[in-house]
Every structure is written in C-alpha cells, then in structure tokens.
C-alpha cells in the first residue's frame, strides 16, 4: 500500500471479470510495482509470493455469512465527530491508478473527523476514502454479503490517535480502522453523491487530481444516523500488497442507495494508468473474498442475522435445553432431546 500525505492510496486489488480477465491490469500502486501488470502471474492469488503477509491468516476482505455471527453487547453505535460538519478547505479527488481517492486538500483540516466507542480500541482520525466498483457486466464489492457481492463498496479509512504516521500504525492490530459501506442501484440519483460524481470526468486518467468545487459534510455520503447501529466487526488488513493486518473493520450492513447513472459514471469514466499505449477502462478494482479462518465477524446489538439467530444465543437455548432434560420428567426428556437434535441439525458449526 503506497503512502501519501493524506492516508493510504486504497485498500483493494483489481480482478477482471470473465469477458475481459485476460486484459484488464491488475493495479494497486501508482508509478510500478511488481504486482502492477496485466500478467495473470500478478493477480491477487499470487501477491503472498511478492510480499508473504498477503497470505496471512487475517487477510481482507472476507464473506459475512449471517448465519455464523457472534452477538456481542459491547458494540453500539459509533461516535462520528465532525462527519456532520463541513470541513475548512476543499476535498480533493485524485485518480491513483487503481481507484478514485477523496481526501482533504490539507491533511491538518481531517484531524478533528474522527471515530470512537463502538468497542473501537481508541479513536481514530479520518485519512480519506474511496471506492470499489464492478464492470458493466458485473458488481464489484469487496466484501460480500451471505455469499452475494453488491455492485459497489465504500472504505473510509482512519488511523489511531496514538500513532504519529501510517507506518507506525500498520504495525500493530490496531493501528487502522477502516468503514465498509455497501452500495445497491436505485433507478433515481443520489444527490449527495452529486459533486462527486460530476468531479471523476476530472481524473479520468491515473495521476489526475481535481479541488472539488463545493464541500460537503461526511455524513451525507453515509445511510441515515438511525442504521449505522447495524453493522459487522472482525480483525483484517488492507486489501492491496503489503497486506498489513493491522485494520479493525467495520461492515456497515444497511447500504447507501446510488444512482444506476451515477454507478456507470464510475465504470465508464476512470483508467487504469498506461500498459504500453494501451488505455484500459477501470473496472473490477476489487479483491476477492480472502479465508476466515479461525477469526469471528461479531454483530453489533443493531444488526440482524439470517435465520433470527446467533451463536451466543444457540448456547444459551442448548444450555435451557440440557438442564429440562435432566431435572424433567419422562416426557420433558423427550421433548428437550428432540428440540437438542434439531438445534443441531439445523444451527451453523461455531
């Protein structure tokens, strides 16, 4: 993941899709790097060859399957400050060769957007975000949702206070915290999304950088307040080389509604950086869903679950179960064994 004065350059690798895998380039960094080429050699399957923490055992993004969450209590709402205030100075959009980034011109006016609570360990302040998108034929969302990719993510990326630079912050687990917002198509636009938008004829090419005309408060771009309750929580890393699993991730589940126009404005608009003389449209600049492993994605007390039930509530249930089946009689004892070899039959493994 490249450095620059305002954050991380993006958190996602690019995948063609069937039609055209054979020549969209699979970029991340602006300016080369030895994952940066349309070789198949290249791809996001080979990156823990080039740099051995992409084959870690806590890589993003990852499936949110609903069925496995683990409630936890201690997840609440987040503290957004200064998301609903117009920022001093202008944002600023920048194709980086592998995604659209927004950030703020001056890196001073981001210190006071910040995130805490939420069992966030510590607060963290913003960098920038940007996006993650399919192609014509296809969505392009990192994470995925019960096994579905929607067509379109947001990262917003922040850093712990604690830590003085980005580098010293990818060391250790806590060092980053990144936002996932899912996007679904809506047939009318999303005016919030308006400026930005308007801005990607702007940076249609890898290194173009354009001050948006007018601000806009951060909290605008988000679902309403009343949903951010509702959202998925696991340890990860950023999802280009070098991979640091250093990223708290937060996968909000109620998406933001954008426009079908404005969604193809981003698949028909940007460029991946030059291969020779060839230009090729920026699409498909997500990574695949990596392995869990042994990690757990915990649900918030606002979020829901496939099936109206959770892990921590299973084990409680089984628990009630165990104890009617040996203090009760004849027909309680069957009862509670039956509803014990269902619960099994039917519940997901831990």
């Known amino acids: 993941m490249r450095e620059s004065r305002n954050g991380l350059a993006g958190t996602a690798g690019l995948v063609g899709d069937t039609a055209t895998r054979g020549l969209v380039c699979l970029f991340g960094w602006f300016g080369g790097c030895p994952w940066c080429s349309c070789s198949s050699s290249a791809g996001p399957s080979h990156w823990k060859e080039l740099k051995a923490t992409c084959g870690g055992d806590k890589q993003s993004p990852v499936n949110i399957d609903r069925r496995r969450l683990h409630r936890d209590g201690g997840l609440g709402d987040i503290l957004f400050e200064g998301y609903d205030q117009a920022p001093p100075g202008k944002w600023r959009l920048t194709n980086n060769g592998h995604t659209v980034m ?25 960098l920038q975000l940007h996006f993650h998108w399919g192609s014509p034929a296809g969505n392009g969302s990192e994470h995925t949702l019960d096994g579905r990719q929607l067509p379109m993510e947001m990262h917003i990326v922040h850093m712990n206070a ?23 198509v ?6 919030n ?5 308007a801005g ?66 981003f698949v028909s608009t940007l460029h991946f950086p030059l291969e020779g003389s060839m230009l090729l449209k920026m699409i498909n600049n997500f990574r695949p869903p990596q392995p869990l492993r042994s990690r757990k994605i915990f649900a918030s007390r606002g979020a829901t679950a496939s099936g109206g039930s959770l892990h ?39």
Do not use: M
């Open 193 to 197: 999304y308006n400026t930005i938008v």
């Open 312 to 350: 921590g509530g299973h084990h409680q249930l089984l628990s009630a179960l165990l104890l009617l089946a040996l203090h009760g009689g004849h027909h309680q004892l069957l009862s509670a064994l039956l509803l014990l070899a269902l619960l099994s039959l039917f519940s997901p493994a831990p």
């Open 102 to 126: 927004l950030s703020l011109a001056s890196e001073s006016a981001s210190e006071h957007i910040t995130i805490s609570g939420g069992g966030l360990p510590g607060r963290y302040r913003a």
């Open 162 to 184: 604690k830590y003085q630079t980005l580098a010293e912050a990818k060391g250790h687990p806590n060092g980053l915290a990144v936002l996932g917002f899912f996007f679904q």
């Open 200 to 265: 990607l004829r702007n940076v249609s090419h890898a290194g173009d950088s354009v001050d948006l005309a007018s601000t806009f408060r951060l909290s605008t771009l988000l679902p309403r307040a009343a949903r951010l309750s509702g959202y998925f929580r696991y340890q990860g890393s950023l999802t280009t080389p070098d991979c640091s699993e250093a990223v708290v991730w937060t996968v909000f589940e109620e998406p933001v509604e954008i426009g079908r126009e404005q969604l193809k404005a």
């Open 186 to 191: 809506s047939e009318t636009s999303n005016t």
